[in-house]
């Protein structure tokens, strides 16, 4: 069965008329960055996006568990309370702790593109040339040329 007899058939049962046409090619741009820096820019937004999912769970888990523990004033469900909070503020402090690598990795990268300088000097000449040059004070040859 071909394609045209299946819009045909469409066209005949709905009573309109379908045109057939040719996939269209979609064109996305390319974007030039180094190999490894998406990876390091995904990685980061994905652990970021965690913590944050775990600080919001953890939120709520500390609003069910103070709900219990002032339901039943059991001292061990204030224990978990205060252990929830100590590890609800530690994932905000591996977040500031994220931001502090992701920092650290992006200015290594640029010192290590800017680093690629070199400036080399040779002087050709002799030592007794280079001292008259450096000092013409103590020059044996009192005219120097400056050039």
Excluded: C
């Excluded at 008329?17 to 990685?43: A, C, L, Y």
């Excluded at 999912?53 to 939120?59: F, V, W, Y």
């Excluded at 007794?128 to 120097?144: A, F, G, Y």
């Amino acid at each position: 069965m071909k394609k045209d007899d299946n819009y045909n058939k469409l066209s005949a049962s709905l009573d309109t008329n379908f045109d057939v046409h040719m996939p269209m090619e979609i064109v996305k741009e390319k974007t030039m960055t180094s190999p490894g820096e998406g990876k390091i820019d995904k990685d980061y937004n994905e652990v970021r996006n965690n913590l944050y999912d775990l600080i919001q769970k953890g939120n709520i888990a500390i609003d069910g568990i103070l709900q219990v523990a002032d339901a039943g004033d059991s001292p061990r469900a204030y224990e978990v309370v205060s252990q929830l909070l100590k590890t609800v503020s530690d994932m905000n402090k591996d977040v500031l702790h994220v931001h502090k690598e992701m920092k650290t990795i992006k200015e290594e990268n640029l010192k290590l593109s800017q680093k690629n300088t070199t400036n080399n000097t040779i002087y050709v000449g002799s030592t007794s040339e280079l001292q008259d040059l450096i000092n013409p004070d103590r020059s044996s040859s009192k005219t120097i040329k400056k050039v």
